[in-house]
């Protein structure tokens, strides 16, 4: 039989219509969030999404993936996901950035999160730890983060700093909006148009200095490390707590000697300075404010990542499971995830809220009523070293 070339084009044509079409059918359920061309069959997945199996010989299910967990396409909204590559698709998102399992929340073996690798305060980057460099981390970790963290409330309990005074105020929520939200990574944002290359050195000259506000002092300038090849993310940000709340360990570690010098007596030994106990104590009381103005955004950034769930979907994008965002690799109510961080997270989140209240209410009349109700409070509310830290935070409202 004879064809013209014309003829076996059209044919071939239909033949690799047909083909597309089949090959695209197993994709057509997830909305926009995966398509799939036509042409070569390969699926296009949008940023900012994982897509893989749960169970082996399940359906493939879809979920939004944190910042740096998944690949990302800086040039494009979708990836490319080649056709041999959609019955393994999880590890193929997850294999650029050394990360594993359900929504890349976990680090391939001999890796580990990094203590400092986001800007945003978040750990996102796996970085490969062995048990050697673990243990000199340590050193490192306690060196580049506690010991600022000593000096900076030092500095301020000697010289009285207030950092509650209206300007002084602004200004730290100004760098903490700064240093938490605004990230500039993008290809498309209109930085990289400007400052090209730069944008990365444009971005530590804001993140450096605003972070210190954070109480992020060294964490933009120093090169990631890990501390445990067996850590993972949420450990990462329990450590966040320890960093957050290390001012009060300060503070209480200087009341308790301040209360033995009389045993020891130190201060025969110091200039007279030491005799001022009201100017101390004035200036631990400014110590706790400074505490609670930099720590508490901290805190909150930290609750907020270790509670925050995602929804994986179907094919037909229904939700099916509730797992743990930045955590992939547990559901929502693992119970040793519940007890080990959710719990903590939910204490400190209490705390928080209330903190606000109790602080935003003195000296309300029906507060002092109740007080004067209650025999045990009397003796505390309001007390000299209560009211000059309620006092400090009236203060900012009222300049």
């Not at 925050?308 to 929502?332: C, N, W």
Request: aromatic fraction near 12%; charge should be neutral; include cysteine.
């Amino acid at each position: 039989m004879n064809l013209s070339l014309e003829s076996i084009l059209i044919i071939l044509h239909l033949v690799g219509l047909g083909k597309s079409d089949n090959c695209c059918a197993d994709c057509t359920n997830y909305g926009t969030i995966v398509t799939c061309d036509p042409q070569t069959c390969d699926w296009q997945l949008s940023n900012g999404y994982w897509a893989g199996k749960i169970t082996e010989g399940g359906d493939i299910f879809v979920g939004m993936c944190p910042r740096g967990y998944c690949l990302y396409n800086e040039s494009d909204q979708f990836i490319q996901i080649p056709r041999d590559k959609t019955e393994t698709i999880g590890d193929f998102l997850c294999n650029g950035t050394r990360r594993m399992g359900i929504l890349c929340g976990q680090c391939q073996p001999g890796n580990a999160p990094a203590i400092n690798s986001a800007g945003s305060g978040y750990s996102n980057e796996c970085v490969q730890c062995d048990g050697w460099s673990s243990k000199v981390n340590w050193v490192y970790y306690l060196l580049a983060v506690y010991v600022p963290l000593l000096v900076v409330f030092l500095v301020i309990i000697v010289f009285n700093i207030r950092l509650t005074t209206g300007p002084l105020n602004s200004f730290i929520l100004f760098a903490q909006v700064i240093s938490t939200t605004l990230d500039i990574k993008h290809e498309s944002s209109p930085l990289n148009v400007v400052y090209g290359r730069g944008t990365s050195a444009f971005e530590k000259s804001y993140q450096v200095p605003y972070n210190l506000f954070n109480l992020n002092i060294f964490g933009n300038l120093l090169p990631s490390f890990c501390l445990h090849e067996k850590m993972n993310s949420s450990d990462v940000l329990l450590l966040r707590y320890v960093e957050g709340f290390f001012p009060v360990l300060i503070i209480i570690a200087i009341l308790l000697l301040l209360r033995c010098q009389r045993w020891l007596k130190v201060c025969d030994k110091l200039p007279s300075s030491c005799r001022c106990k009201y100017r101390i104590g004035t200036s631990l009381v400014q110590a706790f404010a400074a505490f609670v103005m930099l720590s508490y955004n901290r805190l909150c950034q930290t609750s907020a990542f270790l509670l925050t769930p995602v929804m994986l979907r179907d094919p037909s994008l229904k939700a099916v499971e509730e797992r743990i965002f930045f955590q992939g690799d547990y559901s929502s109510w693992d119970s040793y995830y519940v007890v080990h961080y959710k719990l903590p997270a939910y204490v400190v989140t209490v705390l928080l809220v209330a903190a606000p209240i109790a602080l935003l209410h003195y000296p309300m009349i029906w507060v002092e009523r109740l007080v004067s109700k209650v025999g045990c409070l009397r003796k505390v509310y309001p007390s000299a070293s209560i009211a000059i830290l309620l006092d400090t935070f009236q203060g900012c409202f009222k300049d």
